[in-house]
């Protein structure tokens, strides 16, 4: 007898990408983007005075949602707070090209006057 699961639409952990899968342990759409969420996991332990909130895993992968795997992108600040990220939440800050820069997770987001440019590190 053959059986046939049929295919869940599930949502990536890491960036919230849409994916079909038949498995129900799978949550991610590929090795990479576990990787990378396993990065951004190992990075929020590193910093032992972090506490982290559910805004920012939340605005992580909404960030990284509109990042695509692309190295960087300015968006606007209305368009991501419409999708529900928090711009003032960060886990840490860098000099970056020069610049004091807020960062969230493996993410600096360096702001303009109504956009911000999210640029993967
Ligand atoms: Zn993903």
Do not use: W
Request: aromatic share 10%.
């Amino acid at each position: 007898m053959k059986s046939f699961k049929p295919q869940k639409l599930r949502y990536c952990k890491c960036c919230q990408e849409p994916f079909k899968t038949t498995r129900t342990d799978k949550f991610f759409v590929d090795a990479a983007h576990q990787k990378r969420y396993n990065n951004a996991v190992q990075n929020k332990k590193r910093d032992k005075h972090l506490s982290l909130t559910k805004g920012h895993i939340k605005t992580y992968r909404i960030l990284q949602g509109v990042l695509k795997n692309q190295p960087k992108i300015t968006m606007s600040k209305d368009f991501l707070e419409g999708k529900g990220a928090d711009l003032t939440l960060f886990t840490g800050s860098d000099f970056i090209d020069g610049m004091k820069t807020v960062i969230l997770f493996d993410l600096a987001l360096i702001p303009h006057d109504t956009s911000v440019t999210i640029k993967q590190l």
